[in-house]
């Protein structure tokens, strides 16, 4: 069963224009979401996070909005850059804090942004 | 400081050959953990540890041990290698201390079991 879900395996879009990603979980106990980012022959790096009680976070480019009642996250990048061409995971954790210390990934989104 | 070192970057296998995965961090972390990397399945936790001496299964455990028998290093074992072991084998680890803490993961380890 998997608990969090990226649906869209890649998109592709124009620099200097928005990239919007996805992401779904099903888990109720999640409360702590997290979006890495990954370069090929990389390991994933941390982009952003949120926790359950903010329905937006924001750094930079990337804002990272959480609709609780639609089990539903998306990362925007605005505007999008060739750099930011990457695989984008979703990740989600249930007590943060206490006594949970595992993430649950979704399977990844593969962004291209075309020059 | 350098991070989440992982060794060998690159390995490749005969089916029923052993072979451990070394990672080490220097951040002092507690945590620690494996995953894999497949194709179209994103990262799948393999084994965890919250603290030296300690160790816990995820995911997908089967045909892999561990071992923490220092804080600073997590050890991955294949006992008897198969060709649906062929993955890339990320490490990671996190403090924990707080919420906002987040995990810290390694480059990769690609192996491919013949």
């Known amino acids: 069963d998997q608990q969090v879900k990226q649906n869209s395996p890649s998109l592709s879009v124009q620099e200097g224009r928005i990239s919007i990603l996805n992401c779904d979980y099903t888990n109720s106990m999640f409360d702590y979401f997290l979006w890495y980012k990954k370069y090929p022959a990389e390991g994933p790096t941390f982009l952003i996070s949120?926790?359950?009680?903010?329905d937006k976070n924001e750094d930079g480019r990337f804002t990272v909005f959480l609709n609780k009642s639609a089990k539903h996250l998306s990362l925007h990048i605005v505007p999008s850059q060739p750099g930011d061409s990457a695989v984008y995971f979703c990740?989600?954790?249930?007590?943060?804090?206490?006594?949970?210390?595992?993430?649950?990934f979704g399977k990844g989104t593969l962004l291209t942004v075309n020059p | 400081n350098a991070g989440v070192t992982q060794t060998p970057k690159f390995r490749v296998l005969k089916t029923g050959q052993s072979m451990t995965l070394l990672c080490a961090q220097d951040m002092n972390h507690e945590y620690m953990y494996w995953y894999r990397q497949d194709p179209g399945m994103g990262l799948r936790l393999i084994h965890y540890s919250v603290g030296e001496g300690t160790t816990a299964k995820g995911e997908v455990p089967d045909g892999y041990n561990v071992s923490r028998l220092k804080k600073q290093n997590f050890l991955l074992g294949l006992e008897s290698a198969a060709p649906s072991q062929t993955s890339v084998y990320f490490c990671?680890?996190?403090?924990?201390?707080?919420?906002?803490?987040?995990?810290?993961f390694g480059p990769g380890t690609r192996l491919t079991v013949l």
């Open positions: 949120i926790s359950s009680i903010k």
């Open positions: 990740a989600a954790s249930a007590g943060s804090g206490g006594s949970n210390y595992k993430l649950t």
């Open positions: 990671a680890s996190t403090a924990w201390a707080r919420s906002t803490d987040t995990q810290y």
